[in-house]
């Protein structure tokens, strides 16, 4: 039907909006195999491929922002791994816009120099919960904008000579805010973290610290106006004696530096065991072979509620002597009449005694001896 003269002609939007919609639902770029890419790669994209993905996936939209691999089987990251494993292309940033890259339970073994090269704006990297046995010593290099390390329970089966790898990967992070080192069984702090001058916040947590020495105190302490790093030291076995005096001074005096300074708890000696190590005196943590205060004299290790629980042990025993007299008292009578009877008793057994006594002392009831055989009996008037 034709429109009316006079009339405009009615225009449907419906169309425009599919055509508009159409082009806003358009990714960017192709989502690679075996991943799920939400809304678009430019917001988030996620990689759960499982044990099959043995390698970081080669088509990665070069937009993407996240990059999340979980469970799968990378063992090895090889030089460049995220921008084509070509190490010496000239375009080996595959990936500029990438700022967040996690891969937690991968199975990671090994982590070669330059594993991570082509990743300039990376600021978060999480290698959480991987066995890690080898990490190259410029395994982070090429990483200026990396803020946040995440190596929580994955340095454990590296061996003693992880911690020195470790202190050589962490030394060109200049930028480097948060390092979670939390479960990796590390009997020391590294020291390159720290001298990271930007270094916020060092997750510590469930290691094998016993303690942390003057020279470990002192690089935690920064020259000029900036401050110094947030320890996070719970849940490691530490030795309440002598060598952690002053750990424990410097708690007491830059408390906010540890957040969890209430949770930290002596787990040696015997007398201090699960002892909060924040209620101690620090004039009372002595050496195991006999520590010695200013003055020379001997400091005990027992504490005030050890002391405590002296006062209370003997509070304990006055009562129970109280209780024991207040019977005594009660049952005077009967103590008396069982005195008197066992007085008795033994006059008449000592009575007994002293008469058999005369009575075998008498001469008169002395045996005669029997004369020898053969001789003679003779008497006083036989005139022999």
Request: hydrophobic fraction near 40%; glycine fraction near 8%; charge should be neutral.
């Amino acid at each position: 039907m034709a429109p009316r003269a006079g009339q405009r002609g009615l225009w449907s939007p419906l169309p425009g909006l599919l055509l508009v919609a159409a082009a806003l639902s358009r990714p960017a770029a192709p989502c690679p195999f075996q991943c799920y890419c939400f809304g678009s790669p430019r917001l988030l994209l996620r990689c759960a491929s499982g044990a099959e993905l043995r390698q970081p996936p080669r088509d990665v939209p070069p937009d993407a922002r996240n990059l999340t691999i979980v469970g799968a089987n990378l063992t090895v990251l090889r030089a460049a791994a995220f921008a084509g494993g070509d190490e010496e292309a000239t375009d080996g940033v595959r990936l500029p816009l990438l700022t967040a890259l996690r891969l937690t339970h991968n199975n990671i073994e090994v982590v070669e120099d330059g594993a991570f090269d082509g990743l300039p704006s990376l600021a978060a990297l999480d290698l959480s919960h991987n066995p890690l046995r080898a990490l190259g010593a410029r395994a982070f290099r090429g990483l200026p904008a990396l803020h946040s390390l995440q190596l929580n329970h994955a340095l454990a089966r590296g061996g003693p000579g992880m911690l020195d790898a470790l202190d050589a990967a962490l030394t060109p992070l200049a930028e480097l805010r948060l390092l979670g080192l939390a479960g990796n069984a590390l009997s020391r702090l590294p020291p390159a973290a720290l001298r990271l001058p930007r270094l916020e916040q060092l997750d510590a947590r469930i290691n094998a610290l016993t303690g942390l020495g003057p020279d470990e105190l002192r690089a935690v302490e920064r020259d000029g106006d900036l401050p110094g790093p947030r320890l996070l030291l719970a849940d490691n076995p530490l030795i309440c004696g002598c060598t952690l005096r002053p750990l424990l001074a410097w708690l007491h005096n830059a408390t906010e530096r540890v957040p969890d300074a209430r949770r930290l708890r002596c787990a040696s000696p015997r007398a201090l065991l699960d002892r909060p190590l924040m209620d101690l005196d620090e004039a009372r943590l002595g050496c195991a072979d006999g520590d010695t205060n200013e003055r020379g004299e001997e400091v005990d290790v027992a504490g005030p509620e050890l002391e405590a629980s002296y006062v209370f042990f003997g509070l304990v025993l006055a009562l129970i002597g109280l209780i024991f007299l207040m019977v005594l008292y009660l049952n005077r009578r009967g103590i008396q009449r069982w005195m008197r009877n066992l007085r008795e008793a033994c006059r008449d057994q000592m009575e007994g005694y002293h008469y058999r006594y005369e009575q075998d002392a008498d001469p008169r009831r002395a045996p005669t001896p029997a004369a020898p055989s053969g001789s003679r009996a003779t008497s006083p008037g036989s005139g022999l």
